[in-house]
């Protein structure tokens, strides 16, 4: 069988799911934000599988744009996250459930 | 040589690497999340950074090749050197082997299976495609539209990243007030 547009959006679909299991069950922060990467990049096979297959250019733009602010949400979280280390000395959620720093 | 010309001309390799790539995108992505050897978050991250890689490919097949470059710089250059960074710097103990909650484990199953029975759903009604795929996302094209329809979206990106620097280093001074 020809590989299409489904055959694309399958793999995204259980990448993603994959990612929202690691969220959900996974006790390490760490590990909880590689799962997030996971899922967007999940969200960008799809996107850019749509664009290749509807003759479009603008999906990739979009996934371009989503690479870029993922770049600064990395950054964020894991400057908040060795913040939070540095107050709490772990990076387990169930020892940061107050919350009180 | 005429079969390997015959095979090409039929996209039979490129369905063939389609798979080999699926495959390798799928299992080191489960491997991020479950690795039955090791709890080490360095480990993770290593199967994080060979996902990635195996999605370039995915991304070259969909000839989609700026962004399997972006792909390759931004995340496995950029994002997971940040991420071993700071598990380096936060000296992270192996993590003991905590039992896995009953309520996580049906809550995450109920997600998942009505993610995949929506996918399932909307899959059934995808309408057939239309034409031949021929869109080339080179370089010169995304720049086009990139500079063009997209210029003003491109600057407010500017500034994001600009506002998540400052926030970044407001953020790691050693006194939070």
Redesign the interface.
Known sequence: M??????????S??????????V?????L??M???L??ML?AA??AL??F???N????G??L???I??????????G??????L???RQS??V?DLTSMK? | MEAINNLVAGGAVTDVLFYVFAALTLLCGLLVIVNPFSRNPVTSAMFLVLTIISMTGLFVLLHAFFLAAVQIIVYAGAVLVLFVFVIMLLDLKEEQRRKIKFFGLVTGIIAVGGILSAFVKSLAALPPAAAEPRVEGDTNALGHLLFTQYALPFEIVSVLLLVAMIGVILLSKKKLE
């Not at chain 1, 259980?14 to 299991?21: E, Q, V």
Request: aromatic share 10%; proline share 0%.
């Open positions: 020809h590989v299409g547009l489904e055959h694309y959006l399958t793999v679909i259980l990448l993603f799911c994959l990612g929202l299991l690691g959900i069950l996974r006790r390490n760490l590990v934000y590689m799962s990467e996971l990049n960008n096979l850019v599988a664009s290749r297959f003759n479009r250019l603008d990739q733009v996934v371009f744009f690479i870029t602010v993922a770049a600064a949400e990395v950054a964020v894991l400057a908040l996250i060795v913040a280390y540095r107050k990076a387990h169930e720093l």
